[in-house]
């Protein structure tokens, strides 16, 4: 079983990575991208999983751990392997929020797309994605950040009732600090 955490960026992927490694589950990083302004705790990150597409044999390291694939890299998951996607959703008026914040504390440009445009690009994506997903029959849970904050001991008990695994939910939920909840938009009407 390879155990996925999948979403759009800063949508909480990090966050559930320091969940479940909390929780007792081996987690795939590498270490490289190292904490900073933008993610404090750490990004929990494995490099070789870029080339998901060109090595889909690298997931056979990923056996019987927890490992973050960005949501437009699901689509390459070579068949041949169990797998378990939690899927984090944030409301797409915070994701762009962060990415916005996260571009100007780097000193880069921001996106070329209003935010109205970006919205829509990411919900086109992530819709694209959960409905592969769906065709693949891939066990999928989506997790709602907004939830997480809310009840993280909940939220633990039940990511660890997706993946069918004794985790310590104390452990998970522990992970969970509602003052890191920095982007807070209201969604357009």
């Given at each position: 079983m390879i155990y996925i955490v999948s979403?759009?960026?800063?949508?909480?992927?990090?966050?559930?990575?320091?969940?479940?490694?909390?929780?007792?589950?081996?987690?795939?990083?590498?270490?490289?991208?190292?904490?900073?302004?933008n993610n404090l705790r750490g990004y929990y990150e494995w490099e070789r999983i870029k080339q998901l597409a060109q090595d889909p044999?690298?997931?056979?390291?990923?056996?019987?751990?927890?490992?973050k694939v960005i949501s437009s890299l699901l689509l390459a998951l070579p068949p041949g392997h169990d797998y378990r996607v939690l899927f984090m959703m944030r409301p797409l008026e915070e994701v762009v929020a962060s990415?916005?914040?996260m571009i100007a504390k780097l000193g880069a440009q921001g996106a070329a797309l209003p935010p109205a445009?970006?919205?829509?690009a990411l919900r086109s994506h992530r819709n694209q994605?959960?409905?592969?997903?769906?065709?693949?029959?891939?066990?999928?849970?989506?997790?709602?950040?907004?939830?997480?904050?809310?009840?993280?001991?909940?939220?633990?008990a039940r990511v660890a009732g997706f993946f069918e695994l004794p985790l310590d939910?104390?452990?998970?939920?522990?992970?969970?600090?509602?003052?890191?909840?920095?982007?807070?938009a209201q969604p357009a009407p």
């Open positions: 979403g759009l960026p800063r949508s909480g992927t990090s966050l559930a990575m320091q969940m479940l490694a909390a929780g007792g589950l081996p987690v795939l990083t590498d270490g490289l991208r190292q904490p900073d302004a044999g690298c997931m056979a390291e990923a056996e019987g751990k927890a490992v990415q916005a914040a445009a970006m919205i829509a994605v959960i409905a592969w997903l769906e065709s693949r029959r891939l066990p999928v849970t989506a997790l709602d950040y907004h939830a997480l904050m809310a009840d993280p001991a909940g939220s633990a939910v104390e452990a998970m939920s522990s992970q969970v600090d509602p003052a890191l909840h920095r982007q807070r």
